[in-house]
């Protein structure tokens, strides 16, 4: 029974994800983008940055361009800065929407007054605190941590989906707790009352599907727009590296072949 009643929540759950797509994007190393210039870092160490949109320094040296990687740089730096933004919003929508509706599922079930409501929040706090120093905004400035666009529909990683799966056998151990008694009642009763909960989930799940469909349609849409632009600046990152012969040790964009 905890088996199906896991699968029955996970389900409600996975709404937003059911036209979900697969997208090979990521950086390999972080990236910081404002108005002024874009660095592309390693720990704390700036491998190259750019001022403007034709100024290239790599390792602390300028580097001289010819027209043709001048263009290339600017077309990076210009998509870059529109990008990045939006891909920031993105992930921070993102998890607000997925945290949201895990609470909502879970208050619906059992209640915020339940004592394993506490520890769910504190699961779900700490996925939107790894989230959100990943994808951050301070001030006029945005850093994009490494290794944080991998399916970038999902926008988490192993570990972050992990918090998540912690976070949700809290809430079916919660659910369990809450009906409470039903082994020591007698047979009629124990299935009703699981008919009534599984009768609760269905209409709890029709209920998010048609609150949150919307949002999560418009946020699988930005998604594939940045996929698609993730994409674009690779093959414009790559041509500039076939003409700039200090940055062919550094490949930040990385994509599939699809």
């Known amino acids: 029974m905890l088996k199906k009643l896991f699968w029955l929540l996970m389900l409600s759950l996975a709404l937003p994800a059911q036209a979900a797509f697969m997208c090979e994007a990521d950086l390999q190393y972080g990236l910081i983008v404002n108005d002024r210039h874009i660095r592309v870092i390693e720990d704390t160490r700036t491998l190259y940055q750019i001022n403007d949109t034709e100024q290239l320094i790599v390792r602390g040296d300028w580097i001289k361009l010819d027209a043709v990687a001048t263009s290339h740089l600017q077309e990076l730096a210009q998509g870059l800065r529109y990008a990045v933004p939006k891909v920031i919003l993105l992930a921070s929508e993102g998890v607000d929407l997925a945290i949201g509706t895990i609470d909502h599922v879970y208050v ?127 093959a414009i990152e790559e041509s500039l590296r076939e003409r700039v012969p200090e940055l062919k040790a550094y490949d930040l964009i990385v994509t599939g072949k699809s």
């Open 108 to 234: 619906g079930l059992v209640g915020s007054e339940h004592d394993s409501y506490q520890r769910l929040q504190d699961a779900l706090w700490k996925v939107r605190t790894k989230v959100k120093t990943k994808f951050i905004r301070a001030g006029n400035s945005y850093y994009i941590g490494p290794r944080s666009l991998e399916n970038v529909d999902e926008l988490m990683d192993p570990e972050l989906e992990e918090e998540i799966e912690l976070a949700l056998g809290t809430s079916v151990g919660g659910i369990l707790t809450a009906i409470g008694g039903l082994a020591s009642e007698g047979d009629t009763s124990l299935e009703r009352k699981m008919e009534d909960l599984s009768t609760r989930l269905e209409t709890m799940g029709a209920e998010i599907e048609r609150r949150i469909a919307p949002q999560a349609d418009t946020l699988r849409k930005k998604a594939e727009w940045f996929c698609n632009e993730i994409k674009r600046l690779d």
